[in-house]
């Protein structure tokens, strides 16, 4: 740093502990720490709900409010993620493979203590990331165009590989069909509707939200309600011992926290990741370098909660790179600041980084700030957070879903959203019992229509050429590598392609492999119906899906020809080293009939919900679902019935009605009797 830019860091420094702007930064982050918990919600509705309150704020102020909330709703994300297998965003998915294990042996507070302090490093290295690299960067940023954006789009599909586990093909026929998902709306090339099933809730894609929560949210909790026990039933761990154990382990693995937050920061910069897979490739990058990481990832390995929430956190100090520098907002949450940049008439560019260079400054101290001041929030009470995950799953169950219910409705603000919701809940819930790795399905879903946008947008302006630009060799080289990586692995420990080729043996099927027909079958319909589209709508999704096949059909015959002696758990290869990359059920100690009816128990009750909902509204369902739950599955008293129903309500009422004005969906009742819309707000 230069003498200038040191002399506007420190006036930014001293400008920032203006009580005024010291109290928009602490409600900004109160704000992003509450959001942040409740699955689904995000940052960006109360984000977009604080702007118009910045008007007549300085810009110091308005900045500080803005990313505070923005800086620690990763901080909040982890606590459901741990606590209760749901992550509270998108981007704390991965936190579930080892937070919740780590909960269920009774060291919740550890699994916590880990996350804040791992996010706090990770947000502070971001925004040191960013004060540093702002103006060293800008000609690299220039540089890059849309082949080197798609280039480390591929690179971060080759992390399927890994979070495959033991079972690639599986993995990648899942991430095949998430790839096929994400291109599911109207094709931005040709305008062609793809996979809209003639309803206009598809025309602008399948919504992450839901999705992610169906598949990683609602598995856990149709176990725990299928199991009917609480998460753990050791408080033991959970005091202040592992509260200390937690941040001692972050400081122990400072150089994976270091990596990781470089890689989210990273990450972040690069506008159309999005913050939904940076856990996931940070997740994927520790388990091929952590010593033991294949034994003990995915069980309850600290690392693993360390690596996602480190990466989590920076992401939002790199997303201020793109954002400030040339006014190409790194996320959702970075566009919306833009709209404060014109509020108080800053421009995005060059004046950020000379007469507004102060502010920009500030900014870097309002996330550093704000993920210390997160952090040490969290930490307060993170002990009253450890004991939930002790309470009985009646308890604890019926507030969990109604909130999921609210946060999948964010998705696009329609009916379809909850549908989607239930569908990826079974879906996910089946994947999970017969051990399909999830993440990678999650991962082409991300990723898949970053791929194809870029890859459109390359040939159209470069042609070819462009893949002679040597970042794009480079990143492509490393992609291939990571996803062929397993297979010659697992050719090594078989000693060679001829010995692997005859390890099968007659064939086999079983009940667990209706999976594969599944996806071999749903796999099959989508390439038929992509044949008959036009030849640029047509094009990846056929490759993507012919590839997708492949792998399904090559997984099957695995499964049932391979040989006994030969076949790992996961039906692919004997390399039993790798881990299975996902949650293993907690229900296989209870026979498969009781599993099956406490399951369809489980989404009945959802189905009911459903319907409910769409008769009289979600505020008046709320109760109604409290109640009975609690007293029909329990029974619990009405003590405590009572109280948790009206509190619900009241929360539910007061926060998504009142401050953040859900238009809620149309109810029969609402249709019916209009006038009944003055009195009861869901309707």
């Known amino acids: 740093m230069d003498a200038s830019m040191l002399d506007a860091a420190g006036r930014a420094f001293v400008m920032m502990f203006n009580p005024w702007t010291i109290l928009m930064l602490c409600s900004g982050v109160i704000m992003g720490l509450v959001l942040g918990i409740l699955p689904g919600i995000g940052g960006l509705a109360g984000t977009a709900l604080l702007l118009p309150f910045t008007f007549s704020m300085d810009p110091i102020a308005a900045m500080a409010l803005l990313l505070g909330l923005a800086s620690t709703t990763a901080t909040g994300d982890p606590i459901p993620a741990i606590l209760f297998g749901v992550p509270g965003g998108a981007g704390s998915a991965a936190t579930v493979l080892d937070g919740l294990p780590m909960a269920k042996r009774g060291e919740a507070s550890r699994a916590l203590s880990a996350a804040y302090m791992s996010s706090m490093m990770g947000g502070v290295f971001g925004a040191f990331l960013m004060a540093v690299c702002i103006p060293i960067l800008r000609p690299v940023m220039l540089y890059i165009g849309s082949p080197e954006l798609l280039a480390f789009s591929v690179l971060g599909i080759s992390f399927v590989a890994t979070l495959s586990g033991n079972a690639p093909l599986r993995g990648l026929g899942a991430a095949a069909l998430g790839v096929m998902i994400a291109m599911i709306g109207s094709d931005p090339q040709t305008g062609t509707l793809r996979y809209t099933l003639d309803t206009l809730y598809l025309w602008e894609g399948a919504p992450l939200v839901p999705i992610v929560l169906g598949l990683f949210a609602l598995p856990e909790l149709a176990d725990l309600a299928i199991a009917r026990t609480a998460i753990s039933g050791d408080m033991t761990k959970t ?12 400081f122990e693995n400072w150089w994976l926290v270091l990596r ?22 940070a997740y994927g990058h520790a388990v091929r370098t952590e010593k033991g990481a294949s034994q003990s990832f995915g069980r309850g390995d600290v690392r693993g909660v360390i690596a996602s929430e480190s990466a989590n956190n920076s992401r939002e100090g790199g997303a201020l790179v793109p954002t400030v520098a040339f006014g190409v907002p790194g996320s959702a949450g970075m566009a919306i600041l833009l709209g404060a940049f014109m509020i108080h008439g800053l421009v995005p560019g060059p004046d950020m980084l000379s007469k507004n260079l102060h502010i920009t400054y500030s900014m870097v101290w309002s996330v550093a700030l704000a993920n210390i001041l997160g952090a040490g929030m969290c930490y307060a009470f993170s002990t009253q957070f450890a004991r939930l995950a002790t309470l009985r799953y009646t308890l ?23 549908w989607t919701l239930l569908i990826f809940g079974v879906f996910g819930w089946a994947m999970k019992q017969l051990r399909w790795p999830r993440p990678p399905l999650i991962l082409g879903l991300v990723l898949g229509d970053v791929i194809e946008r870029y890859l459109f947008i390359s040939i159209q302006r470069y042609g070819v050429e462009w893949f002679a630009r040597p970042l ?6 490393i992609s291939i590598y990571g996803l062929v990586r397993p297979f010659i692995q697992d050719v090594r420990k078989e000693g060679g392609v001829l010995k692997m080729l005859s390890g099968y043996g007659s064939f086999n099927f079983q009940k667990h492999n209706w999976m594969h027909v599944f996806f071999i079958c749903t796999i099959s319909v989508m390439l038929v119906e992509a044949s008959r589209w036009n030849f640029h709508a047509r094009i990846v999704p056929m490759i993507v899906g012919s590839a997708g096949l492949v792998f399904c059909i090559f997984a099957f015959l695995n499964e049932v020809s391979r040989k006994p002696a030969l076949a790992a758990a996961g039906g692919e290869s004997k390399a039993d080293e790798k881990i299975h990359m996902d949650l293993e059920s907690d229900t296989g100690h209870l026979p498969a009939k009781t599993v099956a009816i406490r399951g369809l128990i489980f989404y009945g009750w959802l189905l009911a919900f459903m319907a409910s909902m769409a008769v009289i509204g979600l505020i008046p369902t709320v109760p109604i679902f409290v109640v009975l739950y609690m007293r029909l599955e329990g029974p619990e008293p009405w003590k405590l019935v009572i109280p948790q129903a009206a509190g619900l309500t009241v929360f539910i009422w007061v926060v998504f009605d009142k401050l953040l004005a859900i238009p809620w969906p149309q109810t029969y009742i609402g249709m019916w009797f209009p006038i009944l819309k003055d009195y009861i707000p869901s309707l």
Not at 260 to 281: E, N, Q, R, T
Not at 397 to 416: C, D, E, H, K, T
Request: charged fraction near 15%.
């Open 396 to 418: 604890i169950m019926p507030s969990v879903l109604g909130i999921i219910y609210i946060g999948a409705f964010q998705g696009s603000r329609n009916w379809g959203d909850l």
């Open 260 to 281: 990781c937050s470089w890689l989210g920061a990273a990450l972040g910069a690069i506008p159309g990741i999005g913050g939904a897979v940076v856990d996931w490739l």
């Open 239 to 250: 005091d202040k011992e592992g509260m200390w154990k937690g941040a001692r382990d972050c």
């Open 472 to 477: 794009v060799i480079v990143l492509f080289a």
